[in-house]
């Protein structure tokens, strides 16, 4: 009984943690809720890439949505419009610019050499300054961008290379021990150390010069690098605001509607199951609680079909309760002793609970990966609800269930919707179905 009140009180702590980051943490809502921007690209050919065509639009796409996700939003919607256009709409973005200017990025970073004369001394232009080439080592070569430190606190860009870019970054540090080697992104010089001796292990550190960077600017560069250079340049060409499709008044409605299919579910089970439909509602508001905190915590951006999965979460967190009370009740009718009923109606309706909700996971998690934004939306919050669910129907209901009902017998039958009568009547048909059993014989 000891543990079951230290888990009560861990539960009880959860729950008020929980109240507190949803008090503290704003709400992030979706288009179709808040609004935002709306930027339509056009993709651009280059001297290497004379046509736009399909294959090259989906790259472009891709490269797009992974950066807007970098940019700290989700729930975004970018779409191809006829040949060479991509549209692109972002919930509730507070600057504009900022968005534009990170979309039409190339993030193109190069490793060159200097240029050197006959007697393989490094030349420089009528400026005076030093001259290079290309070594054939860029952002393709690159595995991941990470923001690190150097020794003296200043901010660094941290480089890992992929198998190919290792052996290449290593060949190319052998070739200029003693010499420089210039670190360009997006046309800029951004570094040129010294290469003191041979690099192994495909990994490389960007200072920022002597200046150092700041820490927005190595955040940018690593959200760039890690997003991909995109295949061709695009050009903005038109960029406008829109307001919510549905606003305030859908989630006005849709508050209501998820209130009264949860206050409806909750006195069901208050009538039906009693005591322990009492029980599964407070697990119920525990669940809601978890769940809603941790939307705020990763953040999950909420749209309609987001409230959707969250509300038909609810009915499958209720859906365990369910099937855990009615395997309770059975024992109960079988003859056992309340504490061997509870236990046993758990762990007889847990391979039903587990097995539903791990092919409920599954499918969001094929519709998270193949389908489109809003999809997407649906997806994570109905996978987190089940999640969620298993947690608080196993832990918290059957928690709360031992500290009430204790360990003895059941004096009060109509506390579980069960009449005196009902208590041990299934005891001889269960055993009449056991002896069967052991002898081979079937119904």
């Not at 890690?226 to 606003?247: K, M």
């Given at each position: 009984m000891?543990?079951?009140?230290?888990?009560?009180?861990?539960?009880?702590g959860?729950?008020?943690?929980?109240?507190?980051?949803?008090?503290?943490?704003?709400?992030?809502?979706?288009?179709?809720?808040?609004?935002?921007?709306?930027?339509?690209?056009?993709?651009r050919?280059?001297?290497?890439?004379?046509?736009?065509?399909?294959?090259?639009?989906?790259?472009?796409?891709i490269?797009?949505?992974?950066?807007?996700?970098?940019?700290g939003?989700?729930?975004?919607?970018?779409?191809?419009?006829?040949?060479?256009?991509?549209?692109?709409?972002?919930?509730?973005?507070?600057d504009?610019?900022?968005?534009?200017?990170?979309l039409?990025?190339?993030?193109?970073?190069?490793?060159?050499q200097?240029?050197?004369d006959?007697n393989?001394?490094p030349?420089?232009?009528?400026?005076?300054?030093l001259?290079?080439?290309?070594?054939?080592?860029?952002?393709?070569d690159l595995?991941?961008?990470?923001?690190?430190s150097?020794?003296?606190?200043?901010?660094?860009?941290?480089?890992?290379?992929?198998?190919?870019?290792a052996?290449?970054?290593?060949?190319?540090?052998?070739k200029?021990?003693?010499?420089?080697?210039?670190?360009?992104?997006?046309?800029?010089?951004?570094?040129?150390?010294?290469?003191?001796?041979v690099?192994?292990?495909?990994?490389?550190?960007?200072?920022?010069?002597n200046?150092?960077?700041?820490y927005?600017?190595?955040?940018?560069m690593?959200?760039?690098?890690n997003?991909?250079?995109?295949?061709?340049?695009?050009?903005?060409?038109?960029?406008?605001?829109?307001?919510?499709?549905?606003?305030?008044d859908?989630?006005?409605?849709?508050?209501?509607?998820g209130?009264?299919?949860?206050g409806?579910?909750?006195?069901?089970?208050?009538?039906?199951y009693r005591?322990?439909?009492?029980?599964?509602?407070?697990?119920?508001?525990?669940?809601?609680?978890?769940?809603f905190?941790?939307?705020?915590?990763?953040?999950?951006?909420?749209?309609?079909?987001?409230?959707?999965?969250?509300?038909?979460?609810?009915?499958?967190?209720?859906?365990?309760?369910?099937?855990?009370?009615?395997?309770?009740?059975?024992e109960?009718?079988?003859?056992?002793n309340?504490f061997?009923?509870?236990?046993?109606?758990?762990?007889?309706?847990?391979?039903?609970?587990?097995?539903?909700?791990?092919?409920?996971?599954?499918?969001?998690?094929?519709?998270?990966f193949?389908?489109t934004?809003?999809?997407?939306?649906?997806?994570?919050?109905?996978?987190?609800?089940?999640?969620?669910s298993?947690?608080?129907?196993?832990?918290v209901?059957?928690?709360?269930m031992?500290?009430?009902?204790?360990?003895?017998?059941?004096?009060?039958?109509?506390?579980?919707g069960?009449?005196?009568?009902?208590?041990?009547?299934?005891?001889?048909?269960?055993?009449t179905?056991?002896?069967?059993?052991?002898?081979?014989?079937?119904?």
């Amino acid at each position: 009984m000891k543990n079951k009140i230290i888990m009560f009180w861990v539960i009880v702590g959860i729950a008020l943690a929980c109240i507190f980051t949803i008090y503290k943490k704003p709400t992030k809502l979706g288009l179709d809720l808040v609004g935002g921007s709306r930027i339509m690209l056009e993709a651009r050919t280059t001297d290497t890439i004379r046509e736009i065509t399909p294959e090259v639009m989906r790259r472009l796409q891709i490269a797009i949505e992974s950066r807007v996700n970098k940019l700290g939003v989700s729930e975004t919607s970018v779409a191809q419009v006829g040949d060479k256009r991509l549209l692109v709409e972002i919930p509730n973005v507070t600057d504009l610019k900022e968005a534009e200017a990170f979309l039409g990025k190339t993030a193109l970073l190069e490793f060159k050499q200097p240029v050197l004369d006959a007697n393989k001394q490094p030349q420089r232009d009528d400026k005076g300054q030093l001259m290079w080439e290309s070594t054939g080592l860029t952002g393709e070569d690159l595995k991941s961008a990470t923001i690190g430190s150097d020794q003296t606190g200043q901010w660094t860009v941290s480089l890992e290379f992929n198998g190919k870019g290792a052996n290449k970054f290593a060949q190319l540090t052998e070739k200029l021990v003693g010499q420089q080697m210039a670190i360009i992104f997006d046309g800029e010089e951004i570094s040129a150390p010294v290469i003191r001796e041979v690099i192994y292990g495909g990994r490389a550190e960007i200072s920022g010069g002597n200046s150092g960077f700041k820490y927005e600017e190595a955040e940018k560069m690593v959200n760039l690098l890690n997003a991909g250079a995109l295949p061709v340049p695009s050009e903005i060409i038109q960029e406008n605001t829109v307001g919510p499709t549905l606003g305030a008044d859908s989630i006005e409605k849709s508050k209501f509607a998820g209130l009264i299919g949860v206050g409806l579910v909750m006195l069901f089970m208050i009538f039906y199951y009693r005591l322990p439909g009492l029980i599964a509602d407070i697990a119920l508001c525990v669940y809601a609680l978890i769940l809603f905190a941790l939307f705020k915590i990763i953040p999950v951006t909420l749209t309609l079909a987001g409230i959707a999965g969250f509300v038909l979460s609810v009915g499958m967190a209720v859906d365990a309760n369910i099937l855990i009370f009615e395997r309770t009740k059975e024992e109960l009718k079988a003859g056992r002793n309340l504490f061997t009923a509870i236990n046993l109606g758990f762990d007889r309706a847990f391979t039903s609970i587990f097995d539903s909700n791990v092919t409920t996971v599954l499918t969001c998690i094929i519709l998270y990966f193949l389908g489109t934004s809003v999809v997407k939306g649906f997806a994570l919050t109905l996978a987190l609800g089940v999640i969620v669910s298993m947690f608080t129907a196993i832990t918290v209901t059957k928690n709360f269930m031992h500290l009430i009902f204790g360990t003895g017998e059941l004096k009060y039958p109509a506390l579980f919707g069960l009449s005196k009568d009902e208590i041990g009547k299934g005891y001889e048909a269960t055993e009449t179905k056991r002896e069967k059993a052991r002898f081979g014989i079937l119904d």
